[in-house]
């Protein structure tokens, strides 16, 4: 029986599953991205939540972040607790300390040049920073999150999905809603918008100021600390994983920093950029992406996807 030549000497530049596996690796690439992008997204909203209140920026959120995932650490092996109790308290206790430095650290010096409180913002990060790595045993390691989900692996078609991709997605989905049901249909939400847009008349109205601002560092640091937790099983828990917020803040100005929504799709869209660089570029490209992304943002958009277009008369 006689070889088909067909089989042996396919048509030139014919590569089987070459068309099929490109689409996979590009998929798979995408939802990589959107999962770190919802890390970026959520620190962000920490950005935007405390810009919207109190018009500052607080750099210090990727450490808060940090604070967050070493906290559930430290209640999952210290303590003996389950998971989602470890995570619970360690959001807690990350809100609450928010609040504390809301109030013992920038409330006195509001009213003061935006660049003295961001600089103090920043002060707190290293602060923080530096307190972790003073911690013997933990501080200066690197230490994996141990999460009931680990290394869970789904497969939809020739994608291959991690189950710690998808909790980012959908805890980030299921805060996004919490969050949009308490700014929408709550007294406290709408007194924060209130507050957001007019501090002076929200006060005049009999809406305390002040005690908002407090809740409004709260929440934020909840989130930062929420997407700690969150990342932490993707990567590991160091003292430096703060630096991602250096990511989240380009997420914010791309999305538009007075803009919860454009926080998250902003986030989004800086982790797919990302992504696709780092596989189809050359090396570089991947830590670069997210500036390049702000760069030409602020040149076609700049008060970004969703920020608000102010025009000032003169």
Same mark, same amino acid.
């Not at 600089?119 to 707190?124: E, S």
């Not at 989900?149 to 789904?154: A, F, H, Q, S, T």
């Not at 805060?175 to 939400?189: D, H, I, P, Q, T």
């Given at each position: 029986?006689?070889?088909?030549?067909?089989?042996?000497?396919?048509?030139?530049?014919?590569?089987?599953?070459?068309? @099929?596996?490109?689409?996979?690796?590009?998929?798979?690439?995408v939802i990589s991205g959107i999962?770190?992008?919802?890390?970026?997204?959520?620190?962000?909203? #920490?950005?935007?939540?405390?810009?919207?209140?109190?018009?500052?920026?607080?750099?210090?959120? #990727? %450490?808060?972040?940090?604070? $967050?995932?070493?906290?559930?650490?430290?209640?999952?092996?210290?303590? #003996?607790?389950?998971?989602?109790?470890?995570?619970?308290?360690?959001?807690?206790?990350? +809100?609450?300390?928010?609040?504390?430095?809301?109030?013992?650290?920038?409330?006195?010096?509001?009213?003061?040049?935006?660049?003295?409180?961001?600089?103090?913002?920043?002060?707190?990060?290293?602060?923080?920073?530096?307190?972790?790595?003073?911690?013997? #045993?933990?501080?200066? %390691?690197?230490?994996?999150?141990?999460?009931?989900?680990?290394? %869970?692996?789904?497969?939809?078609?020739?994608?291959?999905? @991690?189950?710690?991709?998808?909790?980012?997605?959908?805890?980030?989905?299921?805060?996004?809603?919490?969050?949009?049901?308490?700014?929408?249909?709550?007294?406290?939400?709408?007194?924060?918008?209130?507050?957001?847009? @007019?501090?002076?008349?929200?006060?005049?109205?009999?809406?305390?100021?002040?005690?908002?601002?407090?809740?409004?560092?709260?929440?934020?640091?909840?989130? +930062?600390?929420?997407?700690?937790?969150?990342?932490?099983?993707?990567?590991?828990?160091?003292? @430096?994983?703060?630096?991602?917020?250096?990511?989240?803040f380009p997420a914010a100005v791309?999305? $538009?920093?007075?803009?919860?929504?454009? +926080?998250?799709?902003?986030?989004?869209?800086?982790?797919?950029?990302?992504?696709?660089? $780092?596989?189809?570029?050359?090396?570089?490209?991947?830590?670069?992406?997210?500036?390049?992304?702000?760069? &030409?943002?602020?040149?076609?958009?700049?008060? $970004? &996807?969703?920020?608000?277009?102010?025009?000032?008369?003169?």
């Amino acid at each position: 029986m006689r070889n088909n030549p067909e089989r042996r000497c396919p048509r030139r530049g014919y590569k089987p599953g070459t068309t @099929n596996g490109g689409r996979v690796q590009f998929l798979q690439l995408v939802i990589s991205g959107i999962a770190q992008g919802c890390i970026y997204g959520l620190i962000a909203l #920490g950005f935007v939540l405390i810009y919207k209140a109190t018009e500052t920026v607080s750099f210090a959120q #990727g %450490e808060l972040m940090m604070l $967050g995932a070493f906290g559930g650490f430290a209640a999952m092996t210290w303590l #003996g607790l389950s998971f989602w109790v470890a995570v619970l308290c360690a959001v807690v206790a990350v +809100a609450l300390l928010g609040m504390l430095l809301e109030r013992v650290v920038v409330r006195p010096i509001l009213g003061q040049p935006a660049f003295s409180i961001v600089m103090l913002t920043i002060g707190i990060g290293y602060v923080a920073r530096g307190l972790v790595t003073m911690v013997p #045993g933990i501080g200066t %390691e690197t230490h994996t999150l141990p999460v009931p989900y680990k290394d %869970e692996i789904y497969r939809l078609g020739g994608l291959v999905l @991690n189950a710690e991709q998808l909790v980012v997605i959908a805890a980030t989905g299921a805060l996004c809603a919490v969050l949009f049901a308490l700014f929408r249909y709550s007294k406290l939400g709408i007194a924060m918008q209130a507050s957001s847009q @007019n501090q002076l008349a929200a006060y005049y109205m009999g809406i305390p100021v002040r005690r908002l601002n407090g809740l409004v560092w709260g929440l934020a640091a909840a989130v +930062a600390a929420l997407a700690g937790l969150l990342l932490a099983p993707i990567t590991f828990v160091h003292a @430096n994983m703060g630096f991602i917020g250096l990511k989240a803040f380009p997420a914010a100005v791309v999305g $538009g920093f007075g803009s919860l929504p454009g +926080a998250i799709v902003g986030g989004v869209l800086i982790g797919v950029v990302e992504s696709l660089a $780092g596989f189809y570029l050359p090396d570089g490209f991947k830590d670069t992406a997210a500036y390049i992304v702000v760069l &030409l943002m602020l040149m076609v958009r700049p008060n $970004g &996807l969703f920020g608000e277009r102010l025009r000032k008369k003169v």
